[in-house]
């Protein structure tokens, strides 16, 4: 993303607010309580913490400046006296102003974006994500390209890792902390239902997201499969979002009762467990501002009795919509099986990537953990976009 090349010719103010014209022909106007609100400077800004320090109930909600004017010759910034008992100085330079210009709007992408790339069966296959273990955990640009491979494929392997689960661990914390909940943090398992849920049985798991009865659902989840001597468990993965574009090409009425029916869930194996998210979300959640998909929440095997319908009719729309999903989901255009073995770990985006396991026999034991999705975005883009690049629009 990069910022139009402008310089500022005149600067204007009034009660309300002030106008900055720039060397096109533009003017933005902003709010003198809002430029105030948002000083730059030391005293209002911490330069390292980038918190506010100024107390905006401080702020006279007349607000106005005593002057205002171009700060330098070439039109680089506006300095800004405001009429108040210290004449505080506000500067704002001029990429500062054109970013967080709103009336109008000049900038809508404020920072750099890192391009998912969906997939279906055959395209995966063609260009599969994979990087050495070796490698991330000897540097810190191997890191970068793991996480870069974890967002744009949705998943990615890690090859050659020791069958460990203390190895293992080590690897996950070179992305980023473990995600704690009511089954551990890191965790190492059997099919011996020692969690009353059904991935610890040797059951087939239909493609799901994980924590649908969560608030905070894991951004990520990592497995290593440390030994099995049986058949069988092989892997699931679904790109949702390739899914998700297809039914809506397929179905707009079906893509639309995912994208708004509220789905109750819970997890309740455990005698001293019973979580239900603080509110029910749908299948698709989209951006509140942008509209974009930004996550796929599916376990049928989670979902809870739905008795809660604004119109009842939409509760055979509802099946019919799951009934077509499902079928996407279980395609072989859009699912791949992936046999897991010792040495090579499987992570993928939980928000995006449906995953299931077919049955097994035999001894088969995992390891792997969650990771907080929110931890998972900042390590992605500060590695590959850099610090300045993702700081400079707060």
């Not at 709103?102 to 974006?113: I, Q, R, S």
């Not at 077919?358 to 992605?380: E, K, P, T």
């Amino acid at each position: 993303m990069s910022l139009p090349n402008l310089t500022i010719s005149k600067a204007t103010f009034d009660d309300e607010q002030v106008s900055v014209h720039f060397s096109n022909g533009q003017v933005s106007k902003y709010h003198n309580i809002w430029l105030r609100d948002l000083c730059q400077c030391e005293t209002d800004f911490h330069p390292q913490t980038k918190q506010r320090l100024l107390d905006t109930f401080e702020i006279p909600e007349d607000i106005k400046p005593a002057s205002v004017e171009v700060a330098s010759a070439d039109g680089s910034a506006i300095k800004i006296t405001w009429a108040t008992a210290d004449n505080h100085i506000s500067e704002f330079p001029v990429d500062w102003l054109v970013l967080h210009s709103y009336n109008p709007v000049l900038v809508t992408e404020k920072t750099k974006h890192i391009e998912r790339s969906l997939w279906n069966a055959a395209e995966i296959k063609q260009n599969w994500p994979a990087v050495e273990y070796s490698d991330v955990m000897a540097k810190e640009s191997s890191v970068a390209e793991w996480a870069r491979k974890i967002f744009v494929h949705g998943f990615c392997m890690v090859d050659n890792v020791p069958a460990t689960p203390e190895d293992t661990e080590k690897l996950i914390e070179r992305l980023s902390y473990i995600k704690p909940t009511h089954y551990g943090g890191f965790w190492d398992f059997t099919a011996d239902l020692a969690k009353n849920d059904t991935a610890y049985t040797n059951l087939t798991l239909a493609s799901h997201t994980d924590g649908t009865y969560w608030s905070d659902t894991p951004g990520l989840q990592l497995f290593h499969m440390l030994h099995h001597d049986g058949n069988g468990g092989e892997n699931m993965l679904v790109d949702g979002f390739k899914a998700a574009e297809a039914l809506k090409a397929q179905s707009p009425e079906a893509y639309d009762i995912l994208s708004r029916t509220l789905i109750p869930a819970h997890s309740a194996g455990e005698e001293d467990v019973c979580i239900t998210p603080t509110m029910p979300l749908p299948v698709f959640t989209h951006h509140n501002q942008t509209g974009e998909l930004v996550q796929v929440r599916w376990n049928n095997s989670d979902r809870s009795v739905m008795d809660q319908w604004k119109d009842p009719a939409d509760v055979v729309k509802f099946y019919k919509a799951i009934r077509l999903w499902n079928a996407l989901l279980t395609s072989p255009e859009y699912e791949i099986q992936v046999k897991l073995k010792p040495d090579e770990c499987l992570i993928f985006d939980n928000w995006r990537v449906l995953h299931g396991r077919l049955g097994f026999d035999g001894n088969r034991r995992m390891c792997g953990a969650y990771v907080n999705r929110d931890d998972f975005i900042s390590r992605v883009r500060l590695l590959n976009l850099g610090r300045d690049e993702v700081i400079k629009s707060l």
